[in-house]
């Protein structure tokens, strides 16, 4: 397909992909750029290549992610194809599926979330932080497939003002059919941003990419 993001640059941090134990995509939100996401990465391990896809605008999509699938087209599922051809950029290289991991921040959190959902495997991991699942509603039976224990972190503010808990609470339990190893955090008054705990956590999730590979 093409779309409105499909002629946007995907940025890169760290190893060469053909050279990288593992590799991470980073997805940023809305209003930010792929090279701002990028940045998480000066924290994180050598050894591993780091890619961040760039959407039209800094946009993923117009209207909230609560909203009807259809008002949030074409931008929805053309940042879901910058996702995967990110990934595919990976797993061209002869990177492991299981050895690549996702990140995202709030819209890039809600796509890297949706994606994995939509393309279930084992990957590496999923740090989905201040974020959750695409639409109006959530139908646990529309989720098919088997995630085979990926690592999924789920971490946002109990008073998000972006990010209802109880879809937070939906996602879960939508990871956890999918048979993905499920982590929720969600922290008392934090509002919408990253902490140092999540910080922690994705660190943590990315040198397990490489001790996998070990």
Same mark, same amino acid.
């Given at each position: 397909?093409t779309?409105p993001?499909?002629?946007?640059?995907?940025?890169r *941090?760290? *190893?060469?992909?053909?050279?990288?134990?593992a590799?991470v995509?980073?997805?940023?939100?809305r209003g *930010?750029?792929?090279d701002?996401i990028?940045?998480? *990465?000066? =924290?994180?391990p %050598?050894?591993?290549?780091y890619?961040?896809?760039?959407? =039209?605008?800094?946009?993923w999509?117009?209207n909230?992610?609560t909203?009807p699938?259809?008002?949030?087209?074409p931008g929805?599922?053309?940042g879901l194809? =910058?996702?995967g051809?990110a990934?595919a950029v990976?797993t061209?290289?002869?990177?492991? /599926?299981? /050895?690549?991991?996702?990140v995202?921040?709030?819209q890039?959190?809600?796509l890297?979330s949706?994606f994995?959902?939509?393309?279930?495997?084992r990957?590496g @991991?999923?740090?989905?932080l201040s @974020?959750?699942?695409?639409?109006?509603?959530? %139908?646990?039976d529309?989720?098919? @497939? %088997?995630l085979q224990?990926?690592?999924?972190f789920l971490?946002c503010?109990d008073?998000?003002?972006h990010i209802p808990?109880e879809?937070?609470?939906?996602?879960t339990a939508v990871f956890? /059919?999918?048979? =993905?190893?499920v982590?929720?955090?969600l922290?008392d @008054?934090?509002?919408h941003g990253?902490?140092?705990d999540e910080?922690?956590v994705?660190?943590?999730m990315?040198?397990d990419?490489? %001790?996998?590979g070990?």
């Open positions: 397909m779309g993001h499909q002629d946007q640059p995907l940025k *941090a760290g *190893a060469d992909p053909a050279a990288a134990e590799s995509v980073l997805v940023h939100g *930010a750029t792929a701002s990028l940045q998480m *990465a000066d =924290a994180f %050598d050894g591993v290549a890619l961040a896809p760039q959407a =039209a605008r800094n946009t999509y117009p909230p992610f909203a699938v259809e008002t949030n087209e929805r599922s053309s194809r =910058a996702v051809d990934v990976a061209d290289a002869e990177i492991p /599926r299981e /050895r690549v991991a996702l995202g921040f709030s890039g959190a809600c890297a949706e994995l959902v939509r393309n279930p495997d990957y @991991g999923l740090a989905a @974020g959750g699942l695409v639409g109006e509603s959530i %139908d646990p529309e989720y098919q @497939g %088997d224990d990926t690592p999924v971490g503010s008073v998000d003002p808990v879809r937070v609470h939906e996602t956890e /059919r999918l048979g =993905a190893d982590t929720e955090r922290y @008054g934090m509002g990253v902490n140092a910080r922690r994705v660190a943590d990315v040198a990419l490489l %001790d996998d070990e």
